[in-house]
């Protein structure tokens, strides 16, 4: 029979590696909460037209990468490609529309028909904050003071690429600059960009192509289409994050693959994955709730690439606490079972060795790396005490082996 493996592109969390995750998310979570981002938790998939609506029609995650299917009730459902559009959804249908400003935070699966790679999953992992309700352009300053925060909690020196995609109207008229340019490279242009070309020139600047990127160099650039509305908006973003020392890139190319981007577009890159540079995303997004059937709400967010900043932490050490292991010899389980209760009630990590083999016992100790062996037998029941034996001190070490009270235990161990 052949062996089952994992579905290409997804992988298991095990040991260091969960431990690495686990504590990505733990760091995200309590410095998004220094910020006053609240936790929030959507459905991993939502009714297609969410995305369709949200992300775009035109964009790569719409046109090629969303797993959609026929639930058994004949609905077509979407498992989540991106954060943002269900938060936007959660939002709107659970009226807090009203209840302004607000902050989210997630963390969670996100599923992508992509080429798998190195740094690029199928089911990807990200941590995203979204908040709504604030048209400062200081709310984008904050939420990238918190991406900054974050990043720098893990040593990651990442580039921060800034562009600003400007209002609607900066757009209209940018987009005619843009579709007169690149017509005149029609032919020339990859098949995906000439299909971008007719649906949303925009998205040639970010083409892969190299030819396309050559003949996008040359291309007219936002920054001379703004309002001046637009302009002033970006200025402000600017001197933001110089109040706040956080330097960053200007990237005209820079447009993001999702369409439900206004002003402020912004990607973390690194230069230690390759291709799949960016560990995190996003940019302001004014017009998304209104588009998606809820008030005109001013919003700024972004995600963040968990499993690329896991790839960053690779070399860290994560490994299992040494725990303290319960030895008996003899049937003292039952007795183990409450001691094991005493220690973990006062936070101390233990593990009770289910070998009656007093030989094995040890070795399993010995495995799981326990950084002390605590032993029950006739004479410790007998006179309510215990013996330690310290497995990292060498055989004649006069602390190697002793007997303690139980009463003393708690205070022997803490004074490690
Ligand atoms: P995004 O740029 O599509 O933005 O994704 C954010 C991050 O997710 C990327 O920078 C990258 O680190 C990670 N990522 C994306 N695809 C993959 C993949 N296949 N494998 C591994 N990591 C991946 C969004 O999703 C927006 N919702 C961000 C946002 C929030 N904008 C406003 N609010």
């Keep these: 029979m052949t062996k089952i493996q994992p579905v290409r592109g997804t992988r298991d969390f095990i040991g260091d590696f969960a431990r690495c995750i686990e504590f990505i998310q733990n760091t995200a979570f309590s410095n998004a909460r220094l910020f006053g981002f609240e936790r929030i938790d959507t459905p991993i998939f939502e009714s297609t037209g969410v995305f369709k609506r949200a992300v775009g029609d035109t964009s790569d995650i719409v046109g090629k990468e969303m797993y959609t299917f026929l639930d058994r009730g004949g609905e077509e459902i979407t498992l989540r490609p991106e954060g943002t559009a269900p938060v936007v959804r959660a939002l709107i249908s659970n009226g807090l529309t009203q209840q302004l400003p607000l902050k989210y935070c997630y963390y969670g699966p996100m599923f992508r028909y992509e080429r798998p790679q190195r740094g690029r999953y199928r089911q990807l992992h990200q941590f995203g904050v979204e908040y709504f309700g604030v048209d400062n352009p200081l709310a984008d300053v904050e939420v990238l003071a918190l991406a900054k925060q974050i990043l720098d909690s893990f040593e990651i020196s990442a580039n921060l690429h800034l562009n600003t995609i400007g209002d609607i109207e900066s757009r209209n008229s940018y987009r005619i600059a843009l579709v007169e340019y690149f017509s005149k490279y029609r032919n020339d242009l990859s098949s995906d960009s000439q299909q971008r070309l007719d649906k949303n020139p925009m998205r040639i600047l970010d083409s892969k192509d190299t030819n396309d990127q050559r003949i996008a160099a040359d291309a007219p650039k936002i920054s ?156 410790e029941i007998a006179t309510n005490t215990v013996k330690i034996k310290n497995l990292s001190l060498p055989m004649d070490h006069p602390d190697k082996e002793r007997s303690v009270n139980i009463t003393d235990l708690i205070g022997i161990l803490n004074a490690r």
């Excluded at 233990?350 to 790396?369: L, Q, R, S």
Aim: charged share 20%.
């Design 224 to 379: 001379d289409y703004l309002t001046t509305f637009a302009q002033q908006f970006f200025e402000k973003v600017r001197n933001g994050l110089e109040v706040l020392n956080i330097t960053y890139t200007l990237d005209p190319t820079l447009v993001r693959g999702l369409d439900y981007y206004t002003h402020t577009a912004f990607e973390f890159k690194t230069t230690e994955l390759g291709a799949q540079d960016a560990i995190g995303g996003g940019g302001r997004y004014d017009g998304l709730v209104q588009h998606m059937g809820g008030p005109a709400i001013p919003a700024v967010g972004w995600g963040m690439g968990v499993d690329r900043i896991a790839l960053l932490l690779e070399n860290r050490n994560f490994k299992k606490p040494a725990p303290v292991a319960i030895i008996v010899i003899g049937d003292f389980f039952e007795q183990a079972l409450t001691l094991a209760k005493f220690l973990r009630e006062q936070k101390i990590i233990c593990e009770i060795i289910y070998k009656t083999n007093p030989g094995k016992a040890f070795k399993e100790a010995d495995k799981m790396n326990a950084s002390l062996v605590v032993i029950l037998g006739d004479d």
